[in-house]
C-alpha cells in the first residue's frame, strides 16, 4: 500500500486546473465529538463555553446513514476519501465499527480512512477494523514519555497500553493475511531527541512512523495551543511555520472537502472547531444540494476575493497558508466559473 504520508503526492492534478468539482474529492463524516484526552494543544482543554463545548456527543447511527445513503444517490465519480473521525476521538462512538461497515458496504470512496489517540482500540474494534478493510488508521501520539504524555493528554492512559493495542492490530492483519489498515503513527515535532524515541517506540507496531509539523487552530481568547504544547520550545514551532508558510489568499478547503459534524451540521472546513462555517445541516438538507447551493458558493467567493475576515471563523484561521496542510494555492481562479452544472 501507499504510505499515508505520500497519499497526498501521488496522482495528485493542479486543483485550479480541475476547478469547479461536481463533488468533494474529500468528506469527513464525525463519529464523535468527544474525546477521553483533553490535550493542551487541543480545544478539547478549553472549558468555556461554546458551540464546541455545547455540542460535544456521539452521532447517532441513523444520522450517519442518513449521509451515507445521500453520499451512495449523488451522481457521478466516488469520491477520493472518506473520513470519519474530525473533532473527537472517533472510537468512543459504540456504533463506529457499524459505521465502517456501512461506509464499505456502500462503495461511495476510493478510500476509507480515520484519525484515533489509539487508547479505545480493543482486540474486537481491531478485529472489525481488518474484517471491514480500513485503508488507513492514523495515529495520534502525543509524548514518548509516560509522566510528559499524562501531562499533556490529562489523561491517565498508560502509553503501553498504545503499544499493545497497535500489537495486537498488526497481530490481526497478520493472522488474517491482510495489508489493511496500513497503520500510520505521528507525533508533533519535538525539535528534540524526543523524535528519535518516539519512532523507535511504535516502528515495530506500525507500518509507517513520522514526525508531524505544528499547526495553529482557529484562535481564541482562553487557549494559546502551541504555547501551551510547546512551552519554553515555542519559538522553535513558530519558527518553523513560518518558515513553511506561503501568502496564499484563497484556502482551498471550501473546493474540495465537506465535514458532516455528528449534530448534523455541514462545513467546507476540518479545523473550525467554533462552527462558523456551517453551512447547512444533513438532518434538514442534502449534502449535494448544499455542495450546489448559493450559500456555498458564495463561501467559495469569499475565498477568492479575499474577504475571509467577514467570516467569525476564516478570519482568525491562517491554516490555508501552512505548506505542510495545504498544497493547493488556487488564487487568481475566476469567481463567474465557480457555477456548477
Known amino acids: 500500500m501507499i504510505k499515508y504520508t505520500e497519499l497526498k503526492t501521488t496522482n495528485r492534478q493542479n486543483l485550479k486546473d480541475i476547478l469547479p468539482l461536481e463533488k468533494p474529492f474529500t468528506v469527513l463524516i464525525e463519529p464523535s465529538s468527544l474525546c477521553n484526552f483533553k490535550c493542551v494543544q487541543c480545544f478539547q482543554s ?55 461497515k ?16 489509539a ?3 480493543s482486540r474486537d474494534i481491531a478485529e472489525q477494523l481488518v474484517l471491514s478493510q480500513l485503508d488507513y488508521a492514523r495515529i495520534s501520539i502525543y509524548a514518548a514519555d509516560q509522566e510528559k504524555h499524562r501531562h499533556i493528554t490529562g489523561s491517565g492512559i498508560d502509553i503501553n497500553v498504545i503499544h499493545e493495542n497497535l500489537r495486537v492490530l498488526q497481530e490481526i492483519k497478520k493472522r488474517r493475511n491482510s495489508e489493511k489498515p496500513f497503520v500510520s503513527c505521528k507525533m508533533l515535532d519535538s525539535f528534540g531527541a524526543e523524535n528519535e524515541r518516539f519512532i523507535g517506540m511504535y516502528q515495530d507496531v506500525t507500518d509507517e512512523v513520522y514526525i508531524d509539523k505544528p499547526h495553529s487552530w482557529i484562535k481564541v481568547a482562553d487557549g494559546d495551543f502551541l504555547k501551551n504544547y510547546y512551552q519554553d520550545n515555542v519559538g522553535a514551532a513558530i519558527g518553523d511555520m513560518t518558515q513553511h508558510s506561503s501568502p496564499r489568499i484563497a484556502c482551498p478547503m471550501a473546493f ?14 476540518c479545523v473550525d472547531f467554533i462552527g462558523g462555517t456551517n453551512l447547512g445541516n444533513v438532518d434538514t438538507g442534502n449534502l449535494r444540494e448544499i455542495w450546489n447551493s448559493e450559500r456555498w458558493i458564495e463561501f467559495q467567493k469569499m475565498q477568492l476575493l479575499n474577504r475571509k475576515h467577514e467570516n467569525s471563523s476564516c478570519a482568525r484561521c491562517d491554516i490555508y497558508r501552512s505548506d505542510h496542510y495545504t498544497r493547493d494555492n488556487i488564487d487568481g481562479f475566476p469567481v463567474d466559473k465557480l457555477r456548477r452544472r
Request: glycine residues 4%; positive net charge.
Open 102 to 117: 456501512l461506509a464499505r458496504e456502500a462503495a461511495v470512496t476510493e478510500r476509507i480512512e480515520t484519525t484515533t489517540n
Open 46 to 100: 478549553l472549558k468555556a463555553d461554546s458551540y464546541f463545548t455545547q455540542n460535544r456527543k456521539n452521532m447517532p447511527l441513523a444520522r450517519f446513514q442518513r449521509v451515507i445513503e445521500q453520499l451512495k444517490a449523488w451522481p457521478g465519480d466516488k469520491i477520493k476519501v472518506l473520513k470519519l473521525s474530525l473533532y473527537g476521538e472517533p472510537l468512543i462512538n459504540p456504533d463506529f465499527c457499524a459505521m465502517l
Open 119 to 121: 487508547s479505545l482500540l
Open 256 to 269: 474540495t472537502t465537506m465535514t458532516v459534524r455528528c449534530n448534523g451540521d455541514v462545513s467546507p472546513c
